[in-house]
Every structure is written in structure tokens, then in C-alpha cells.
């Protein structure tokens, strides 16, 4: 069974900035794209950061320049470092990941629980 586990959330004032993890575990063969989204009050969930596994990152307007996605791919685990925070950026933010396992050679997308991000003003 393949798990992505998020943490790194909490509250924090405008101005601050807050690293985010996530990490895949399980039987992993090999783990592809991976990003990170989010789900803002009474919105639809939206992307906000991917990363392919060879590094291209492609970033949403609202967070570009304030937003770094990176990832350790022998930890198989992505990142999110958000500086410049400010309060719309308060949400549930949830990682995804394109993933085969060792016993399907499928490639499958998985997602985290989410952990919830506040930005005080």
C-alpha cells in the first residue's frame, strides 16, 4: 500500500513563510510527477506547484515568486516552501504524486490527507 504523508502545516502571520513536506512510502518501483494543491474556503481544490522527476516545476500565477517546489527523489519526497504568505493563501493543501508500485506496473495518482495552512493578517 502506498501512503503520502504531509506535514510542515500551521498558523502563521502575512509576511511569514512555512515549509511544507510530503513523502511517499510504501512499495515503491519508482515515483513520477508529484505536486502539491490546494483547497482555499468554499473553493474547488487547484494546483498550486508541480515537479516533474528530472525537476521542471511549473507554478500557479498567484503563488509564483513567493512558492519553491522541490523534491529529493532517493527519499522520494517533495517540498513546498512558501515565503511571502498571505491570507488567501489560507487553505487545505494536499500533496499528489504518480507512483508504481513494485507489484503493479501500473502508474497510479495518489493523494495525501492534506494539512491546513493558515495565514493570519
Known amino acids: 500500500q502506498v501512503q503520502l504523508v504531509e506535514s510542515g502545516g500551521g498558523l502563521v502571520q502575512a509576511g511569514g513563510s512555512l515549509r511544507l513536506s510530503c513523502a511517499a512510502s510504501g512499495r515503491i518501483f519508482s515515483v513520477n510527477g508529484m505536486g502539491w494543491y490546494r483547497q482555499c474556503p468554499g473553493k474547488q481544490r487547484e494546483s498550486v506547484a508541480t515537479i516533474t522527476k528530472s525537476g521542471t516545476a511549473n507554478y500557479a500565477d498567484y503563488v509564483r515568486g513567493r512558492f519553491t517546489i522541490s523534491r529529493d527523489n532517493a527519499k522520494n519526497t517533495v517540498y513546498l516552501q512558501m515565503n511571502s504568505l498571505k491570507p488567501e493563501d489560507t487553505a487545505v493543501y494536499y500533496c499528489?504524486?504518480?507512483?508504481?508500485?513494485?507489484?503493479?506496473?501500473?502508474?497510479?495518482?495518489?493523494w495525501g490527507q492534506g494539512t491546513q495552512v493558515t495565514v493570519s493578517s
Open positions: 499528489n504524486a504518480d507512483i508504481r508500485q513494485l507489484i503493479d506496473i501500473r502508474q497510479l495518482n495518489y
